[in-house]
T-cell receptor
Framework: KAGVTQTPRYLIKTRGQQVTLSCSPISGHRSVSWYQQTPGQGLQFLFEYFSETQRNKGNFPGRFSGRQFSNSRSEMNVSTLELGDSALYLC???????????????FGEGSWLTVV | TQLLEQSPQFLSIQEGENLTVYCNSSSVFSSLQWYRQEPGEGPVLLVTVVTGGEVKKLKRLTFQFGDARKDSSLHITAAQPGDTGLYLCAGERTDKLIFGTGTRLQVFP
């Protein structure tokens, strides 16, 4: 059974550009959530999608957005990139939505974004 | 505001020693997960605990969920260099997964 797949693994962007990251969840999983990991802030929740609907969003500006497709694959977009957006962006998938009893959440290897 | 505090933040020990990592919160979680993360990679799930007071064992690792489902601990017996990594607890609440501050463990041969 394939795990959570994230693409691309590494990318470098310039300030002001936008970036789109992709996440393919484990087959059968309907929840996809996104996280930002930085040395200073640790791992922080960005948002969760379940059955193509965004259920919740963390404390991030509107430049961070996402969507989920009917096959549960998800994309995350960051517009007008800033230097502080440099981070490891992690995607996680689970069968149940976040907060459901007995849920198990699996992470991908992440996408390293460097903004210069 | 960090809802999940882990302690200690750093831990350097010799092979064969025992250690305990704590994950504390004032909030109740529906479940709590422990992950280990290697540099440059995503967190790998170690265990999920759901029931207050639950204890799970995974070889040399013992996980406990507090009775009130607000805290958890990870105990490693006879640590090995392969246990080196960043250990993260994560509490699941409605619509959100909240991560702890992390414990960086280094086990020397």
């Amino acid at each position: 059974k394939a795990g959570v797949t994230q693409t691309p693994r590494y990318l470098i962007k310039t300030r002001g550009q936008q970036v789109t990251l992709s996440c393919s969840p484990i087959s059968g999983h309907r929840s996809v959530s996104w996280y930002q990991q930085t040395p200073g802030q640790g791992l922080q929740f960005l948002f969760e999608y379940f059955s193509e609907t965004q259920r919740n969003k963390g404390n991030f500006p509107g430049r961070f957005s996402g969507r989920q497709f009917s096959n549960s694959r998800s994309e995350m977009n960051v517009s007008t990139l800033e230097l502080g957006d440099s981070a490891l962006y992690l995607c996680a998938s689970s069968f149940r939505r976040l907060g459901a009893t007995g849920n198990t959440i699996y992470f991908g290897e992440g996408s390293w974004l460097t903004v210069v | 505001t960090q809802l999940l505090e882990q302690s200690p933040q750093f831990l350097s020990i010799q092979e064969g020693e025992n250690l305990t990592v704590y994950c504390n919160s004032s909030s109740v979680f529906s479940s709590l997960q422990w992950y280990r993360q290697e540099p440059g990679e995503g967190p790998v799930l170690l265990v999920t605990v759901v029931t207050g007071g639950e204890v799970k064992k995974l070889k040399r690792l013992t996980f406990q969920f507090g009775d009130a489902r607000k805290d958890s601990s990870l105990h490693i017996t006879a640590a090995q260099p392969g246990d080196t990594g960043l250990y993260l607890c994560a509490g699941e609440r409605t619509d959100k997964l909240i991560f702890g501050t992390g414990t960086r463990l280094q086990v020397f041969p």
